[in-house]
Structure formats: structure tokens, C-alpha cells
């Protein structure tokens, strides 16, 4: 069983936040400046899904 100390998952789950903010803000930066050419949630989840599988795939 691959176990996990309590200081680890707090570092995993600041990167993962840090990361959420990041992708959140230049989202919102994107339909505040050019909404027409923003990408739908269809783009994002197709593309966060592309992302994920290259990810476990290493």
C-alpha cells in the first residue's frame, strides 16, 4: 500500500490549488478580454483529460 504522511498531501494539495488558480485566472482573463475565442468546457475538459492520461502514462 503506497502511503502518504500528512505534510506530503499538504505540499500535493497546495501544487494542485496553485495550479486550479493559475488555469482558473487566465480562463477568467481570456472571457474578460476575448469571450468569442475563449475555450468552451468541452475544449477544457478534452484538454485536461489529454493532459491527465500523458501524466499517468509517464
Do not use: K
Not at 474578460?32 to 493532459?51: F, K, M, N, Q, Y
Amino acid at each position: 500500500m503506497n502511503t502518504v504522511s500528512f505534510g506530503e498531501q499538504r505540499e500535493r494539495g497546495s501544487a494542485v490549488g496553485a495550479v486550479l488558480r493559475a488555469l482558473i485566472g487566465g480562463l477568467m482573463a481570456q472571457w474578460l478580454v476575448d469571450p468569442e475565442h475563449a475555450p468552451s468546457p468541452d475544449d477544457l475538459i478534452a484538454g485536461l483529460r489529454t493532459l491527465a492520461s500523458a501524466i499517468s502514462a509517464d
